[in-house]
């Protein structure tokens, strides 16, 4: 999986999955049962930091040094081993609040590493991105849902950094990082004043993901895979950033467009979840192109999903 160049790019889905549930851990298991819930998320906070830092930093040499890559087969996930230190770093926005300051503070300057580190990455490779959209055109059908992908790092990057600064407004004061309370302020500020920034270039990326799969629509039938789960995350984070800001500002029109998207995300949910059930009970939906790359090889046949079957079964077996 490691050598496949598309495979590997999703093993950055897995922090992204551990810190949605570290983040659900704060907002419900803490105040239901206390101590050892602060104690369970913290840890599991540090660990999606370790699987973040390593998928960020080892796809990548991978993609330098071993995968066979070409910009005009480039697609949004590029960005999956990437986004995960942004995701833990605005879930480290959350795990700070219930925290002892020492250890909040800790954990945010760690977030502010991470936010920086990758956001910073995810604007080249969606500048690359830009690129490959000017002379190359849209992707294929197969993978037209990646087009979605860039507002994971915008959308996680814009509410992340606001629910840092709102959560170092006494932690930064108590630790002496900011010796004057106003200055706190200032920094929660600028921080809303860069999260509006970012959620107004995710809202171009929002605008061409829609405009990308409408387009493909009408030339023809999107194929339905796990891909398409691709619409779910992204979304879901630009959805949460329009929140963020909805509290952070005096604003009816986010909080009018927050409840708005969160209808709209929950519809698209159901339908997701409905193809995917689908698709697993007639047993066409899970691929795995790196073992059949594998089984390929070493039987010299393309093998049918039957055959594929048993040669995996034999594979893991041995």
């Given at each position: 999986m490691l050598q496949h160049p598309a495979q590997s790019m999703f093993l950055g889905t897995f922090p992204m999955g551990l810190a949605t549930i570290v983040k659900a851990s704060v907002l419900i298991t803490v105040p239901a049962y206390g101590q050892w819930a602060i104690t369970m998320v913290h840890v599991l906070w540090w660990i999606d930091v370790a699987l973040s830092v390593l998928t960020c930093f080892g796809v990548p040499f991978l993609m330098f040094n071993v995968h066979k890559l070409t910009i005009e087969k480039m697609t949004g996930a590029w960005l999956l081993p990437i986004a995960p230190t942004i995701v833990a770093a605005g879930s480290g926005g959350y795990v700070a609040t219930v925290l002892k300051?020492?250890?909040?503070?800790?954990?945010?300057?760690?977030?502010?590493?991470?936010?920086?580190?990758?956001?910073?990455?995810?604007f080249m490779v969606i500048a690359l991105y830009f690129q490959r959209l000017v002379f190359h055109h849209l992707p294929e059908a197969e993978v037209i849902v990646s087009a979605f992908l860039p507002l994971e790092p915008l959308g996680q990057g814009s509410g992340g950094i606001i629910q840092i600064s709102q959560?170092?407004?006494?932690?930064?004061l108590e630790n002496d990082l900011v010796r004057q309370a106003i200055s706190s302020e200032v920094v929660f500020i600028v921080s809303v004043i860069v999260g509006l920034l970012l959620w107004g270039l995710g809202l171009w990326w929002f605008f061409h993901g829609i405009t990308s799969v409408l387009v493909t629509c009408l030339k023809g039938k999107i194929p339905f895979s796990m891909g398409f789960w691709?619409?779910?995350?992204?979304?879901?984070?630009?959805?949460?950033?329009?929140?963020?800001?909805?509290e952070a500002l005096p604003s009816?029109?986010?909080?009018?467009?927050?409840?708005?998207?969160i209808v709209a995300l929950v519809i698209l949910w159901f339908y997701v979840a409905a193809g995917t059930l689908k698709k697993v009970f007639d047993q066409s939906l899970f691929v795995s192109p790196c073992l059949i790359c594998m089984t390929d090889l070493s039987k010299g046949v393309t093998p049918g999903r039957k055959h594929h079957v048993i040669q995996l079964d034999q594979v893991v077996f041995q």
């Open positions: 300051p020492n250890d909040a503070f800790v954990v945010l300057i760690t977030s502010y590493c991470l936010w920086g580190l990758g956001l910073g990455l995810s959560a170092g407004k006494k932690v930064f691709g619409f779910i995350f992204p979304f879901g984070v630009f959805t949460s950033a329009t929140v963020v800001i909805s009816a029109f986010f909080s009018y467009l927050a409840m708005v998207f």
